[in-house]
């Protein structure tokens, strides 16, 4: 019995001293904390920074603008980035001297009337749309990395024709998805021919070189799945010597149209459904993309992949930002983090859909600074300066016409935009051949110039 009473006691003063007795005080209730949220470093809009502040000197940074801006350059949007902040940005429309050469080089009548040019291209800010050209090639890029990493495809090494299934009969076979992106598939270019209205193996150096012409035709996708390999050791009157030699470098619009149909082919997703989900919603950017003017294709015709991507400058410079980042910052943490690693160690001047130029020289033909760049036809461009931190971004004007239809569906009637879908950059796209001022090298050149170093 008193053993028993004994082990009572001991089991009440037990649980008065947890605070588990009747009679006992409750202990004051912890106050847990919970995790801080997720925050992207993705910007919805760009915090600013003042050019002193972020190390530039800031009468020669403006200096690097008045060049950029001057006019005959037909500059729309030049903006620099550093370390995550907008630091300088200018806009403008059509300046005088530009109307002049365009109305004295156009060959159309409504080339040759200065109030065709100040009405569509008078006035530009922040919110007007640049267009990519090129450059969303090496958004296209982006995307064959990021159906990687989702296992979509296995790497840049699987065979093309593991989707393309059209080359599965032929030395085609063998062609690598990496082949594809560093434009040394071996297919011929291909180029709309005006004496028979289609497609066809490109005629000319110039052609060839600028890519392949195949914007005239409303079926840009066909024609470039269906195109032969060229012939090593073989005459050719599109090949810059002559003579084509297997693995040879060939800029090529339809090497990136086909990369497009394989995201299609192995995702399940158009092009365009694919990057809003997984590129431009990650990033906070906007953007619309032309597709080519047939009704069937991916969806409602076939995304241009190798071209033709809609933004603002400022929403450009996002894709740059993401390169900074080293990949799209999710909650879950960093994505794609390979496949940028990849493009930034490119050391050659061409590399998956991204191009360089050697900012910095050593002295002895080597380079100190590699800058990685995306470049469009009348000369879009964003730069990516890893060294110095900088991002720059530039515009040619730009007037997206709609006047076929409210969609950016490719259709073009030379010399009459009033009946043309059309992607309106100046001069070039606009049929106006007049000398490029502006150069990319010598914009980055004066802003690193700034930097107080």
Sequence with gaps: MNKLVNLSFIVALSLQACGGGGGGSAPPSSVVTPPPSFESPHPDTWETQSAADAGFNAAALSDAFDYAMQDGTFTQAALVI???????EEYRGIADGEVNTLTSLGSYPGDQDPAFWIENYGTRDSASLMTSWSTAKSFTSMLIGMAIEKGFITST????????SEWQADDRINITIEQLLDMRSGLVPMCFLSSTGNLGECENQGDAAAGGNIVFYPDQMSGCINRDLAVDGAAY??????????????????????????????????PGTFAQTELFEPINMTAYWWRDNVESG???????????????????????????????????????????????AMDSFYDKQFWSFCGEEDGNG???????????????????????????????????????????KMFLIPGSVADSNWIGSVPNAMAIRAAPTFFIEEFHAR???ALNQ
């Excluded at 530039?394 to 969609?407: F, K, V």
């Design 82 to 88: 550093r370390d995550g902040k907008l630091i300088a």
């Design 157 to 164: 090494d699987q065979l093309a024709s593991d989707f393309i």
């Design 237 to 270: 009157p599109w090949d810059s010597d002559g003579i084509y030699r297997a693995g040879e470098f060939l800029y090529s619009n339809c090497d990136t149209q086909v990369l497009g149909e394989i995201l299609f082919r192995a995702t399940g997703q158009d």
């Design 298 to 344: 991916q969806s409602n015709g076939n995304y241009l992949t190798y071209c033709c991507l809609d933004a603002t400058p400022r929403d450009f410079a996002k894709f740059g930002y993401l390169m900074h980042l080293g990949g799209i910052e999710l909650e879950s943490g960093t994505q794609y983090g390979s496949y940028v690693s990849q493009v930034r």
């Design 366 to 408: 080597g380079c100190l600074n590699l800058v990685i760049v995306t470049r469009g036809f009348d000369g879009q461009f964003i730069a990516m300066d890893f060294k110095h931190n900088l991002i720059l971004v530039r515009a040619s004007l730009y007037q997206p016409y709609l006047n076929r239809s409210d969609e950016r």
């Design 447 to 449: 802003v690193v110039a």
